[in-house]
Antibody, heavy 121, light 108 residues
Framework: EVQLVESGGGLVQPGRSLRLSCAAS????????MHWVRQVPGKGLEWVSG????????AYADSVKGRFTISRDNAENSLFLQMHSLRAEDTAQYFC??????????????WGQGTLVTVSS | EIVLTQSPGTLSLSLGERATLSCRAS???????LAWYQQKPGQAPRLLIYGAAARATGIPDRFSGSGSGTAFTLTISRLEPEDFVVYYCQQYGSSPVTFGGGTKVEIK
């Protein structure tokens, strides 16, 4: 069974940093592109960042470009999102998401339950 | 980037009725790379349809997708109690991937 378990969320002050992690199991992690998608509670979905199977291509939404960095460790079946210079508008539930195959621009066939990031003083 | 507009925002229907949800794109979605997701309260989204019409693994056949170009539709043939939730469309034909604003299906 595919499982994606996020961790690392919490309350953080504006301007500070936070690192999210996602532990994957139940599939060949190294064969798939992986992504982070966020959702403000009660609102819609926003793609944040994605990474190809071999970390060869990284992509970011304009809203986080230059502040967030996505990475992965295929040996540890893990996905990460390093977030710097956090803003109030980054407050959201962050989902770790599995792409449909190895390419970056893809449908999302498995989602974690998410980790909540709250940016507030 | 491609903007997806879902309509209606809320759809009020009865059990057993047919639901038709629309997703319109601001530009042609190449290769009909359009997906649909269902999200229940407090849960993560679940993939229903990809490639505009292909059902994901384990999805009941009362869910069907159609469309091409800029106009896509999700149809639920006979609404079951668990279907009264929120649905999102997503395009992955061009970068960045984008989502529609969602349609809530509620019990009339």
């Amino acid at each position: 069974e595919v499982q994606l378990v996020e961790s690392g969320g919490g309350l953080v002050q504006p301007g500070r940093s936070l690192r999210l992690s996602c532990a994957a199991s139940g599939f060949n992690f190294g064969d798939y592109g992986m992504h982070w998608v966020r959702q403000v509670p009660g609102k819609g979905l926003e793609w944040v960042s994605g990474i190809t199977w071999n970390s060869g291509t990284l992509a970011y939404a304009d809203s986080v470009k230059g502040r967030f960095t996505i990475s992965r460790d295929n040996a540890e079946n893990s996905l990460f999102l390093q977030m710097h210079s956090l803003r109030a508008e980054d407050t959201a539930q962050y989902f770790c998401v599995k792409g449909g195959n190895y390419v970056l621009v893809n449908w999302f066939d498995r989602w974690g339950q998410g980790t909540l990031v709250t940016v507030s003083s | 980037e491609i903007v997806l507009t879902q309509s209606p925002g809320t759809l009020s229907l009865s059990l057993g009725e047919r639901a038709t949800l629309s997703c319109r794109a601001s530009q042609t979605v190449s290769n009909s790379y359009l997906a649909w997701y269902q999200q229940k309260p407090g849960q993560a989204p679940r993939l229903l349809i990809y490639g505009a019409a292909a059902r994901a693994t384990g999805i009941p056949d009362r869910f069907s997708g159609s469309g091409s170009g800029t106009a896509f539709t999700l149809t639920i043939s006979r609404l079951e109690p668990e279907d009264f939730v929120v649905y999102y469309c997503q395009q992955y034909g061009s970068s960045p991937v984008t989502f529609g604003g969602g349609t809530k299906v509620e019990i009339k």
